[in-house]
């Protein structure tokens, strides 16, 4: 057996493993604990298989918070389209925590896509979500966002946030790499 022939033999072994272990995963979904059911959606994004998706789209409805938050970390880690526009149907959630997550997760993931959502989001009641949206508003590189920036910069009373505001500025402006 020669290398490529190896190397198919590889790939077509890797796909049926990650196929089970997603099989696997969704079946355990079964079980009653929330932690548990977190801990797979988690999982599940990580390993990235399609066939997973609708059942972590799904989870970001439910009703329980930690499902929710774990569910919009796992869209994160699969960030195509759909999950990219489930992330940020999340940032409207009444959960102060999912919305920080949201906004965090569309900031790792920088689609553009994103923007005039997180740009909204920095008007948020919360400081921590408020300061997520900054931080990924400066990964995107958010030209539109730097007047909005500046005025929270001028205005805002807490010190951590304005540090983020700076640097969100200037990594913007191209002065700050993180």
Known sequence: ???????????????????????????????????VQAYILQA?????????????LDAVKSEDNTI??????A???LGNDKAI??????????ETDIRATAAMSLGLLGNIKAEDHLIKLLDD?????????IIALGNLRSKKAVTKLNQMRS????????RYIS??????????RS
């Open 1 to 35: 057996m020669n290398n490529e022939n190896i190397k198919k033999v590889q790939g077509k072994n890797k796909n049926f493993w990650r196929r089970l272990l997603t099989k696997c995963l969704i079946f355990g979904l079964r079980i009653k604990s929330v932690d």
């Open 44 to 56: 599940l994004g990580k390993i990235g298989d399609e066939s997973a998706e609708q059942i972590i």
């Open 68 to 73: 929710r938050r774990f569910a919009v970390s």
């Open 75 to 77: 869209l994160a880690d």
């Open 85 to 94: 526009d489930a992330i940020i149907d999340a940032l409207s959630d009444e």
């Open 125 to 133: 009641k919360n400081d921590s979500v408020r300061t997520q949206a």
């Open 155 to 162: 205005a805002e009373t807490n010190e951590w946030i304005r």
């Open 167 to 176: 640097q969100a500025i200037m990594e913007i402006e191209g002065g700050y």
